[in-house]
């Protein structure tokens, strides 16, 4: 039986909204090594730095919350010069934005917050229920692909 696995990925705001809108994941900066650990019924929440890529204007937030859909890593040529990996997600389309802030007094934050600068990490699945609790998502709620539950 597959344990179900917590996953935080960092990309910007603008980044993270594309992949949503696409129903995708592409972490950092494209490569395959961090969509090879997620496999499907895992979860991932994005944590946003920053407003956009180029930009100093700070998020701060967890900006979106979703579910591994398939085993299937694929290149997708957004330019001649830059093929990144991706992997489809499912992601949660009600979720708020929570600050960080808003969890940083927690003790399990202590655990995670130089994680941050990795670009992609496991979590434990109770930190992941504090951060999905706060962005309102249900732990069993439908979507055009049936129920998803927290998968155990």
């Known amino acids: 039986m597959k344990l179900t696995k917590y996953w935080i990925g960092v990309a910007s705001l603008d980044h993270v909204e594309l992949g949503v809108e696409g129903g995708f994941s592409q972490l950092c900066h494209g490569k395959e090594a961090p969509l090879k ?20 204007a700070k998020c701060q937030c967890f900006t979106a919350i ?64 504090v951060i999905a609790e706060r962005m309102g998502l249900p732990m069993k709620y439908e979507t055009s692909k049936g129920v998803m539950n927290d998968g155990e």
């Open 66 to 129: 979703g579910r591994v859909k398939g085993a299937d890593i694929y290149p997708f040529a957004m330019s001649e010069a830059f093929v990144p990996y991706r992997k489809d997600i499912d992601f949660f389309p009600d979720a708020k934005q929570v600050p960080l802030h808003a969890i940083t007094h927690l003790e399990a934050w202590q655990k995670y917050r130089s994680s941050l600068r990795y670009g992609h990490f496991e979590i434990d699945k109770d930190f992941f229920l």
């Open 37 to 56: 650990r997620m496999k499907p019924g895992d979860w991932l929440i994005y944590y946003s730095p920053k407003q956009e890529l180029d930009s100093d």
